[in-house]
């Protein structure tokens, strides 16, 4: 396993360079400069020429890539045009409120899909799969920024019951705050994992080895837990690790919502303002973050499927 683990790790690094490269001169082609927006109604060709040259954006843009790359290996990821501070410790700022809020998503999305998924697969073409299914159909085709609406007028605003956005002081206020956003996310995410854990459970059940543990007269809760909910759980931790990475930097309506202070807010304030550190920064937090996640998916595919570190070994 710690192979298998060092391998991926190192797989993962071109991933991170080349999302880095990418994010680097897409940002450089969006239409606005920096400096003109700082200066606003002050901006004349000679402060321009100054402002420009003090913030490097004069230079060549692989020039500014390669400074940008030796800064990053030092741990240094310039300083906030606007905020006037090191725009790592913006970001920095941002994330313990990005992590609860993906974090709390993920357990309400295990909460809600794993059962329904086995329940559905244990009672297949019944009236409990055909309504989770229906369920499944219909979490799929809503927009999150509208359920998340919805379930800040009629929670937040109507009954009252829950904040309407925030992200509070301890860990209580945290949990309230953020249960909307993260029931938003786990909305979208449950139909998704109870399709594929619905999937799985039924093939699994119909595999030898579960025949075998039933003929050997295993109570069925055995069974379902040994024999078949572990194999059946490979797919679903892949679908629910693919889109745990894609919700990393998809977050942004659902924080703009709920004005949620995590780091998809910074990073449309940041993008609004030309503030190429921060939106730097910020990105290189975004792609370690998406990396980490996908690490953990596949030592966790490779934890119960043992299969995975045959493959990855050959």
Not at 31 to 43: I, R, S
């Amino acid at each position: 396993m710690i192979r298998f683990v060092a391998l991926r790790t190192l797989q993962l690094i071109p991933v991170a360079f080349g999302i880095s490269l990418v994010m680097f001169f897409l940002l450089r082609i969006v239409p606005g400069d920096p400096a003109k927006v700082a200066l606003g109604v002050y901006a004349t060709p000679d402060r321009l020429a100054q402002l420009r040259h003090a913030w490097g954006l004069d230079r060549p843009l692989a020039e500014q890539y390669f400074a940008f790359m030796a800064q990053v290996f030092q741990g240094d990821l310039g300083y906030s045009y606007f905020y006037r501070q090191p725009a790592l410790n913006i970001v920095l700022e941002r994330v313990p409120p990005e992590l609860f809020l993906i974090g709390y998503g993920v357990t309400l999305t295990i909460l809600i899909g794993v059962p329904l998924g086995v329940i559905a697969a244990l009672r297949q073409e019944r009236l409990a799969d055909h309504l989770t299914r229906a369920l499944m159909v219909f979490g799929l085709s809503l927009p999150s920024y509208w359920v998340g609406i919805i379930l800040l007028l009629v929670f937040g605003l109507w009954l009252r019951v829950l904040p309407v956005g925030g992200y509070g002081t301890t860990f209580l206020d945290h949990l309230r705050s953020l249960f909307l956003p993260a029931l938003t996310i786990a909305l979208g995410m449950a139909p998704l994992v109870i399709r594929a854990l619905r999937a799985s459970v039924i093939e699994t059940l119909q595999a030898d080895h579960v025949d075998m543990a039933r003929s050997k007269g295993l109570p069925r809760s055995t069974v379902l837990l040994r024999h078949v909910l572990r194999p059946a759980l490979i797919p679903t931790v892949t679908v629910l690790g693919v889109n745990i990475g894609l919700l990393v930097g998809g977050t942004l309506i659902i924080e703009s919502v709920f004005a949620v202070p995590g780091l998809g807010q910074l990073m449309v304030m940041a993008v609004s303002s030309r503030d190429f550190p921060v939106v730097q920064a910020a990105t290189v937090v975004f792609a370690a973050l998406v990396v980490l996640v996908n690490l953990v998916t596949d030592v966790l595919v490779a934890y119960l499927d043992p299969r995975a570190r045959l493959a990855m070994r050959a």
